[in-house]
């Protein structure tokens, strides 16, 4: 049953939605809260008309010079302490009992808003018709309303506009991800982005860094397996074919022996490359503290037959407790490949020397000396090449130890020297790891 995939939620469209109706909210608010403060102000103004025009009446100013009529929307009428109207100005008869101050009256199925002021001679009401009043509130509340309704298209779209334009680099960053070939995993441009969106693109560098140091790896493994391999695989094949023209059991029996070593010797070349291909494709990322005491007893259990196969004394010279950190498992290869290589180099009845000191400078430092003849001062820039062998070395190997060595070393941080043992005479391999 096929499912079906929703939609992925759009940044952009989310942020402008929230944005776009926080804008309308607020000036819907706005607009309302104007509406509300343009209809109290235009009801206190026309009460304030209404009351000075009372007071002139009081003090004899003429309601309407000149010849000119009263507007129709206000009725001024004067009456006589004893109830006698003096004076009414066109329109319908106001009640002669009227409420001193402001009130609501209704006259012939108009409402009227009313100021009535006594005197001792007279009594003034001076009214206005509610209805063209608040015609005229309404007129001026919209007024205010106005700039509020015409200001908020023109801001949803400046917010509309500076959106995209601060979500550009996120849509030029998709572009040029998007416009790249398969293989191209060179790091992405960091200038000109957001902070925001910077941590991303450093995260995306480093796995692009990672996955092209794994796809580097894989092909220089792909490419020594092809060089390396083809001498050993024709030697394998010549051998087989001594074996099956071996005219006696002797003769077969050494072209077996030497078809066997010849197979071992191609077991431990594909295991040290896959080795070295593992120890280039780490990543760091899952670094622990590792012991290197502890470590180097591991290592020293791993070379140890070997060693008593040789009558070599392998061991710690001196008890340091230092961490580092790292992978176990892989700087248990680098170890065990210094170990392997000063087995193999030194003398029958020789000696081989782990040491964990201080590093120069601060860090600490993981020593293997052994009396071996060591490497001419020459050679030791070049020993760290894949396959390279001294001119003089003896025994068997793939060349690929010291690369390991290296490989490893490299992905902690760390340096390797290679040097004279003072103590021992032979060589001297200082890994120095930085300080914690």
Known sequence: ???????????????????LAAIALVSVLQAGTAYRNALAQADAMFDEHLRELARSVQ?????????RAPSV????????????????SVGPVLPAQALLGFSDIEVEGTHYRVYALQTPEHTIQVAQNRDARQA??????????????????????????????????????????AARPADDLSALPEAGLPEEVLPLVRELNLLFERVRGAFDAQRHFVADAAHELRSPLAALKLQAQAVRRGADDASRDAAVQRLESGIERSIRLV????????????????????????????????VLPQAHERRIDVGLATEREAQVRGRHDALLVLLRNLLENAVKYAPEGGRVDIAIEPAAGGGVALVVEDNGPGIAEAER??????????????????????????TVAERHGATVDLGRSERLGGLRVEVRFPAA
């Open 59 to 67: 003090y004899g100013v003429p309601l309407f010079p000149g010849s």
């Open 136 to 177: 005229v509130a309404r007129g001026l509340a919209w007024r205010a309303v106005l700039p509020v309704a015409l200001l908020t298209p023109l801001l949803m779209a400046a917010v509309w506009w500076l959106i995209n334009q601060a979500l550009s680099p996120v849509e030029r960053m998709r572009r040029q991800v």
């Open 73 to 88: 929307d206000l009725q001024v009428q004067i009456w006589t302490p004893d109830g006698v109207q003096v004076f009414r």
């Open 1 to 19: 049953m096929s499912v079906a995939l929703r939609p992925a939620p759009s940044l952009r469209r989310q942020l402008l939605w929230l944005v």
């Open 381 to 406: 820039a070049r020993v760290f090449d894949r396959f390279y062998r001294t001119p003089d070395a003896t025994g068997p190997g793939s060349g690929l130890g010291l690369a390991i060595v290296r």
């Open 271 to 302: 295991t040290q490359m896959l080795v070295l291909a593992r120890a280039e494709a780490d990543a760091p990322g899952d670094a622990r503290p590792v012991e290197l005491q502890q470590l180097a007893r591991e290592a020293v259990a791993e």
